[in-house]
């Protein structure tokens, strides 16, 4: 079964992995797993012999995750193309992270390097599943309703994660559950809802018929990708915009619960997860608003304002230090978290030249973006190595922001045919 763009009940299935995923990012990311790294280790730790700050070894944790995937990603991209099996890799990175997140139910500071190992399986597992999902965009829906579909995932999944948190909330506070249990909870909901997504996904559209040396093939595709770039002045440019500004975005959501926990004088128990819905449900309305700006403005413009945003929240959250002003602060990211992701994708699938070597084209997006939070969530840690500071940190992300809006003012503003 080929890919047809435009075919409802494919979008609707492909926008509902958001929902099955999406509860790994909230709950194992940003709410629950930051807090219980924090409540289950000790500042100092000795890793492999060497003592570090338990912060610092959680960005440096979260940083060589995103470096695997990095490699991995344009490796499988290629052959996902010339075999036309994405929904196969899709399914395979899915199948990952999902266990590895429910074998965090046995996360030790005891066993530290094996339980680190767990996590860095769960985000190459989560991470490696998004190159393959972001790839079918340009294949499923027309270049005018990327931005709607883009952001109807994005939607999507910020209500289904937040429905699961309320829950596991309720479980935690009201019944008593041990909050490990979330972990195989989050891991069961993300690979049970993602078989609605593959009942109705197909394979994919394939270049050519399956040959020998695929993996040859997918670093020569790669290749090719980087060829077809190089002369396109309004895609390269902004890829380029896109790595810098990744840097923050990403590591601004990786870090933000950490952040509140260590840096925030009058934070209550509840204070961290009060956050976190506030950024979610804000999040669903700032997909769709930025969405319908970049209708009015264009997708450059909207990004621009987007950018702005977060370089005031870097500056905001330095001179952060009462819960009530972090939850305003939360509220919004969360109306530029969900703007800044969902325009970011269907803003680079638009710039996209006619091609069928679209997972190709994503890996080479995704690789940008991982690459970018590497050297983001690396920064973010040897600060706070250096400085005993996440506040200091966080400032210092604002140069990411301030550089990619720079960069993006600088891309050609010619019509090209997509209307990008």
């Not at 997918?218 to 895609?235: H, N, S």
């Not at 930025?290 to 304002?305: D, E, R, T």
């Not at 922001?401 to 600088?410: M, Y």
């Amino acid at each position: 079964m080929l890919l047809v763009k435009g075919d409802k009940k494919v979008i609707n299935a492909w926008a509902f992995y958001d929902w099955a995923n999406s509860v790994y990012a909230l709950v194992i990311t940003t709410a629950i797993f930051p807090i219980f790294f924090d409540a289950v280790t000790d500042d100092n730790l000795q890793f492999f012999g060497v003592e570090s700050n338990n912060m610092e070894l959680y960005s440096y944790t979260i940083s060589f995750s995103f470096l695997v995937v990095s490699i991995l990603s344009p490796l499988l991209s290629g052959v996902a193309d010339y075999a036309g099996n994405k929904k196969y890799f899709l399914k395979s990175f899915c199948l990952l992270g999902s266990v590895s997140t429910g074998l965090l139910y046995f996360f030790s500071q005891e066993y530290l390097e094996l339980s680190l190992l767990i996590v860095v399986m769960a985000s190459v597992g989560f991470w490696g599943s998004i190159v393959f999902y972001n790839a079918y965009l340009p294949e499923i829906a027309e270049p005018k309703d990327h931005d709607k579909v883009s952001a109807k995932g994005y939607a999507m999944g910020y209500i289904g994660s937040s429905i699961l948190l309320i829950f596991i909330l309720i479980a935690y506070m009201g019944l008593g559950m041990d909050i490990k249990w979330s972990f195989p909870i989050v891991g069961v909901w993300w690979f049970g809802f993602a078989q609605i997504t593959y009942r109705k996904l197909p394979q994919g559209n394939p270049i050519q018929e399956k040959e020998s040396g695929l993996l040859s093939k997918g670093f020569k595709e790669l290749q090719k990708v980087w060829e077809e770039i190089k002369p396109q002045k309004r895609l390269k440019t902004y890829l380029l915009s896109f790595f810098v500004f990744s840097m923050g975005v990403q590591t601004v959501m990786q870090m933000a619960t950490l952040f509140g926990i260590k840096e925030i004088d009058d934070m209550p128990d509840s204070g961290m997860i009060i956050s976190i819905l506030i950024i979610q449900f804000v999040a669903v309305g700032g997909s769709y608003l930025f969405s319908y700006l970049s209708s009015k403005l264009g997708n450059i413009k909207a990004l621009g304002i987007t950018l702005i945003i977060w370089i005031g929240i870097c500056i905001a959250a330095y001179f952060t230090h009462k819960a009530t002003e972090f939850y305003i602060l939360a509220g919004v990211v969360g109306l530029v978290m969900g703007g800044v992701q969902s325009l970011s994708r269907s803003t680079y699938s638009k710039l996209l030249p006619q091609t069928k070597d679209t997972a190709s084209y994503f890996s080479f997006y995704d690789v940008t973006e991982k690459i970018g939070v590497v050297i983001g969530t690396f920064a973010f840690g040897t600060i706070v190595g250096f400085t005993g500071s996440m506040r200091n940190s966080v400032f210092a992300l604002l140069l990411f922001f301030v550089a990619g809006l720079l960069i993006l003012a600088f891309i050609p503003r010619e019509k090209v045919a997509k209307n990008g």
